[in-house]
């Protein structure tokens, strides 16, 4: 089956900066990526998701890439804020009718003021 | 706005007892999902349901069993609580996995 690899387990930016967040996927023939925040406290909420036939997807500070060769898809944060510290998801999973998305382990992004 | 609820954000119950954790969303999804979420080990799914009255293992279920007897109500049970089994409990739907999961507030369970 599918398996998903979230590195670094934590990373640490000063606001203002960018942050990069990198996963591999193992199954080439998942086709759908999509990157969820935890905020503490509540569950994870969908912030941007990409499909295989596109490798970038923009949505104002944050923007996914896909690199369907190497198997890898990264969350970009630019201009990161305090608000933006959080547990950060990836996922993967492909068409049908009963697939079921494959989560990395997480990780938690601090942003320092 | 659409919903998943968990009828319990904190939950404390003993060894040994019989819990019901309730979810309920109400985007007419086909699918819904149970996780236990634990610090270092991330989303572990415990059962899924495609249907109603159909019910599929993940990844975790030995001590847990689901009720699906509606479309809109996805229902966890902890057969007999072990201390084990504390943790932080996510619900989730989706219309299919193409389309993204919304998630639960979460129930955090503890077993004394």
């Known amino acids: 089956g599918e398996n998903v690899e979230q590195h670094p387990s934590t990373l640490s930016v000063q606001e203002g900066d960018s942050a990069v967040i990198k996963c591999t996927y193992s199954?080439?023939?998942?086709?759908?990526f999509p990157w969820y925040k935890q905020e503490l406290g509540k569950g994870p909420q969908l912030i941007i998701d990409?499909?295989?036939?596109?490798g970038e997807k923009k949505d104002q500070r944050i923007a996914v890439t896909l690199n369907k060769t190497a198997k890898h898809f990264s969350l970009h944060i630019t201009e990161t804020q305090p608000e933006d510290s959080a547990v950060y998801f990836c996922?993967?999973?492909?068409?049908?009718?009963?697939?079921?998305?494959?989560f990395g382990k997480g990780i938690t992004l601090s942003v320092r003021p | 706005d659409v919903k998943v609820t968990q009828s319990s954000r904190y939950l404390v119950k003993r060894t040994g007892e019989k819990v019901f954790l309730e979810c309920v969303q109400d985007?007419?999804?086909?699918?819904m999902f149970w996780y236990r979420q634990d610090p270092g080990l991330g989303l572990r799914l415990i059962y899924f349901?495609?249907?109603?009255?159909?019910?599929e293992k993940g990844d975790i279920p030995e001590g847990y069993s689901v009720s699906r007897e509606k479309k809109e109500r996805f229902s966890l049970i902890l057969e007999s609580a072990s201390t084990n089994q504390t943790s932080m409990y996510l619900c989730?739907?989706?219309?299919?996995?193409?389309?993204?999961?919304?998630f639960g507030s979460g129930t955090r369970l503890t077993v004394v």
């Open positions: 989730a739907s989706s219309l299919d996995a193409y389309h993204g999961y919304t």
């Open positions: 199954d080439s023939a998942s086709n759908y």
């Open positions: 990409i499909r295989s036939n596109v």
């Open positions: 996922a993967a999973s492909k068409t049908g009718a009963n697939s079921k998305l494959t």
């Open positions: 985007m007419d999804h086909e699918n």
């Open positions: 349901s495609y249907d109603v009255k159909m019910k």
